[in-house]
């Protein structure tokens, strides 16, 4: 992990990305100067990867270490989903999206909310999880967040877009998540937790 006043080279960078404490905050903080630096208005930007979805993040990003065995990859997964996560909240920030588009966007926040909710409970509820009603949420708000940046991004981000949600709607990936004594317990526990948090606080 980077330290505090410490010079964000492209050495550091790459020695950072490469530790096995991989950290999703100081990815996202990379991420986001990137895109806010050429921005007249970066002054006053919030950051919009909070704690608690850092949190979420990097246990995410230990189950797709552990379930495909390759961290390159798992880097990738996160790395994509903080690309689109931040140029989502620019676009916000900067009131680039339309009337129609807003309209969207409350659809795609509904049904996140509702996929964390029914996450929530298949974790709650020992031997309710049903791996094809959570591959259909997923790729729900895959579709609708496609439809809300379709004039915004380019087609690499929308290949960011359907990388992350394709990979995480892999039913075998969820199965093996939702063991309810298997060995991504721990990490679904963490996940829900904070996902919990975050439909409490009303981010999603």
């Known amino acids: 992990m980077l330290q505090r006043g410490s010079q964000c080279t492209p050495e550091t960078v790459r020695a950072t990305v490469t530790m096995e404490s991989f950290s999703s905050r100081d990815m996202a903080m990379r991420v986001q ?10 002054g006053s930007v919030q950051m919009f990867i909070d704690d608690t979805t850092s949190e979420i ?6 189950v797709s270490k552990e379930y495909s065995g390759n961290k390159s990859e798992a880097q990738k997964v996160i790395k994509d989903l903080i690309k689109i996560a931040v140029k989502i909240g620019v676009l ?31 974790y709650e509820v020992d ?3 049903d791996k094809a009603v959570m591959a259909e949420l997923l790729t729900n708000c895959r579709d609708l967040l ?46 829900c937790k904070g996902l919990n948090k975050l439909v409490e606080e009303g981010t999603i």
């Open 33 to 42: 100067k990137k895109f806010l630096s050429s921005m007249a208005t970066k």
């Open 127 to 129: 031997f309710t999880f």
């Open 146 to 191: 496609l439809k809300l940046v379709n004039t915004h991004l380019t087609p690499k981000s929308h290949g960011r877009i359907n990388h992350v949600f394709n990979h995480y709607s892999d039913p075998e990936l969820l199965t093996k998540l939702y063991e309810p004594d298997g060995p991504f317990r721990p990490h679904l526990t963490k996940i």
């Open 92 to 122: 916000f920030k900067n009131n680039r999206f339309s009337t129609d588009e807003l309209v969207v966007a409350t659809d795609f926040k509904k049904k996140l909310h509702f996929g964390a909710m029914t996450a929530i409970s298949f």
């Open 57 to 62: 993040l990097d246990e995410l990003y230990r």
